[in-house]
Each structure stands twice: as C-alpha cells, then as structure tokens.
C-alpha cells in the first residue's frame, strides 16, 4: 500500500509559478513509476506529465510542454511538478499518482492516487 500526499497548491496570477510536491510512504517508491494529473470542473481527468523511477524519462501533455516541468528525489520519497508561466486554464485540482507498471498517459494505469491539491491562476 502506497500513501501519497500532495501540497504546494495555492491561488496565483497568470504568469506566475508554483511548485507542488507529492510525498509517498511505503518502500516502494524508488522503483515507481509517477505521474500527474489534473482535473477542471466539469472536465474529465487530464494527464499532465510522467516520469520513470530513475528520473531519466519524462513526458507531458503537450500543452505545459515547455512551462512544466517533473522531478523526483527518491532519497526524500517525493515527486515534484514546477508550474511555470500559469495560465488561467491551468486552474484544476491537480493529482500526483503511483503507476501500475510503465508511465502511462491514462489514469486507468495508474494505482494509487493522492488527494489532490488545487492550482488556481487568475487573470
């Protein structure tokens, strides 16, 4: 069983940044593969980026390419996204997640899910 918690959420204006973190216990996390998510109301869950175990893979949705960015530090058992440049349809509760094998664009290849932490971005 895997716990994730994310944090790092807040109200910010269009431009501005913010870094979320997702903190997982369990012993399992350096050899997991992550991902983040995120979900507008009214909309379906949307992938956003992903990344291997060891940190050398990523991949993003292609509208944060270039303004997001994910990282891990496994000594710390924590997953981070940098959310640079906002723009206010990147408002969402965003969702840091455990995947089930391989970094997967969809929620259903993923196991475990945190309990989200709301980005919102004024204009």
């Known amino acids: 069983q895997v716990q994730l918690v994310e944090s790092g959420g807040g109200l910010v204006q269009a431009g501005g940044s913010l870094r979320l973190s997702c903190a997982a216990s369990g012993r399992t996390f350096s050899t997991s593969n992550m991902g983040w998510f995120r979900q507008a109301p009214e909309k379906e869950r949307e992938f956003v980026a992903g990344?291997?175990?060891?940190?050398?893979?990523?991949v993003y949705v292609e509208s944060v390419k270039g303004r997001f960015t994910i990282s891990r530090d496994n000594a710390k058992n924590t997953v981070y996204l940098q959310l640079n440049s906002l723009k206010p349809e990147d408002t969402a509760v965003y969702y840091c997640a455990v995947a089930r094998n391989g970094v997967s664009r969809y929620s259903a290849g993923y196991a475990y899910w945190g309990q989200g932490t709301q980005v919102t971005v004024s204009s």
């Open positions: 990344i291997d175990w060891s940190g050398g893979y990523t």
